[in-house]
C-alpha cells in the first residue's frame, strides 16, 4: 500500500468517524425538565419524522463518501500502474 493510499484510507476513516459521531448526536434526548410521560403523542411523532429525515441524510453522505474514496483510491492504484 503506498502512502497516498494509507492516507486515502485514514481519510475515510475519519469521515466515516464523522458520520458516526454526527448519528450519536441525533439520539432522541428529552428536553430539560421533561419526563419520558411527558415526551409522547404529535410532538414525539414530529421529532421521530425529522429523525429520520436526518439519518437517512448522513446515510446519503455517508454512502457518498465511501464511493468518492474508493473512486480516489482506483485512479490512485491506475496512476500508479501507468508507465
Known sequence: MTAFEAELLRARSRIMADVAASLHELVPRLPAGEVASDWRGPAQRAFEEALLVQLERLRRVAASCEVASDALLGA????????
Open 76 to 83: 490512485a492504484a491506475r496512476l500508479e500502474a501507468a508507465p
